[in-house]
């Protein structure tokens, strides 16, 4: 652990959300979790922090974009407090801090927005403090604020295992950025309902040569070894079917199986489930192939080929695959997903 000045300007961090390329459930541990094996990549689409220090009083948080809920349990906030008590022992000077985010990723759509959050708080006021921890404490900090966290501070694709305290990093597709379409329906889908509902209708232990299990784990052995742009978005269709997560995801979200049909036969493409949903995704060999298909699908919204569900209208965005953490454009800007 080492302390030197606090910072006096502001501490900027671009949060990047994620995307379960596979995502293979492989039994229950003995603390009541599910056990993962999943290759998860960061996307150019992201939230931006800003963390200044401030005078007296309690550390705050303003908010823009769409709303993360209370900030009684607001994950960045949260990391904030967790860094603070692990610093407290040295003595470090952890005055308060002043948070804006400026929140672009959907909330509770399997995108990670609220842990990527977390680990760019967690990073951020490091920084502002002048401060540093150990990786274990760092790593231990990560794992107690949420299951996705940990993915986060690997900066890049990582096969996630466990619950997601296991990363271990790989090798981002070669060539051209891989181009993603977005589209996060109007839902409500909480990861505990999804995970409950696979548990009621599925093994408790799904055998460890599984088809997603055998596709995650053949993904992984690709990209450390160096996988090609065109060749992983050749391989869609297999990524696309393998989430053991969708048809849990699909029992809690009526009408989301609906959905994801009309939407592969508007893009004409495999369409796969991100975590526990409800954001679907379709992958492009080029970000620019994906910008031209992103109006495609607000059209489709707009004349009725894609049905109507949730409260409101779809989010959509053009995004790509990022080989590894993105930096917080020069203007801070994020729009669409692309950095400007």
């Known amino acids: 652990m080492s302390v030197s000045a606090v910072r006096p ?32 990549v960061p996307l150019l689409l992201g939230d931006r922090l800003s963390l200044s220090v401030a005078g007296a009083g309690p550390d705050t ?13 607001n994950l960045v906030l949260r990391a904030i407090a967790a860094v603070r008590t692990a ?15 400026d929140k672009r990723i959907p909330v509770a759509a399997g995108l990670g927005g609220g842990s990527s959050d977390a680990a760019a708080g967690l990073d951020g006021a490091l920084e502002a403090w002048g401060a540093d921890l150990e990786p274990e404490r760092w790593a231990a900090i990560a794992a107690s604020l949420g299951s ?29 950025p891989v181009g993603v379409v977005l589209v996060t329906p109007d839902l409500a889908v909480a990861t505990r309902d999804v995970f409950a509902a696979y548990a009621s209708g599925g093994p408790a232990a799904p ?14 052995s690709e990209l450390r070894a160096g996988l090609r742009s065109h060749d992983l978005a050749a391989r869609a269709g297999v990524l696309a079917a393998a989430n053991d997560l969708a048809a849990a995801a699909a029992a809690v979200a009526p009408g989301l199986a609906t959905f ?9 493409r495999p369409v796969g489930l991100s975590g526990s949903g409800p954001t679907l995704w379709a992958v492009y060999p080029s970000a620019d192939a994906a910008t031209r298909a992103a109006p495609v699908v ?12 949730g409260a409101g209208m779809p989010f959509v965005a053009a995004t790509a695959i990022g080989a590894g953490s993105p930096e917080a454009p020069a203007d801070g800007s994020v729009e669409d997903g692309r950095t400007r």
């Not at 610093?87 to 000077?93: E, F, K, V, Y």
């Not at 890049?156 to 597709?173: F, H, K, N, Q, S």
């Not at 055998?207 to 992984?220: I, N, Y």
């Open 298 to 309: 607000r059209a489709a919204i707009a004349d009725g080929r894609l049905p109507s569900i």
């Open 87 to 101: 610093l407290a022992a040295s003595g470090a000077s952890t005055p308060p801090l002043a948070v804006r985010l």
């Open 260 to 268: 994801r049909r009309a939407l592969t036969r508007v893009l004409g």
């Open 148 to 176: 996705d966290v940990p993915f986060f501070l690997a900066r890049g694709p990582a096969l996630v295992e466990g619950r997601g305290e296991r990363v271990t990093p790989l090798r981002g597709p070669i060539g051209e």
């Open 207 to 220: 055998p460890a040569a599984s088809a997603t299990r055998l596709t995650s784990a053949h993904l992984a």
């Open 9 to 40: 300007d502001p501490v900027v961090r671009l949060a990047p959300a994620k995307l379960n390329l596979t995502l293979a459930v492989i039994g229950r541990r003995p603390d009541g979790f599910h056990a993962l094996h999943s290759v998860i």
């Open 61 to 73: 948080l303003h908010v823009e974009g769409f709303d993360p809920g209370p900030p009684d349990g």
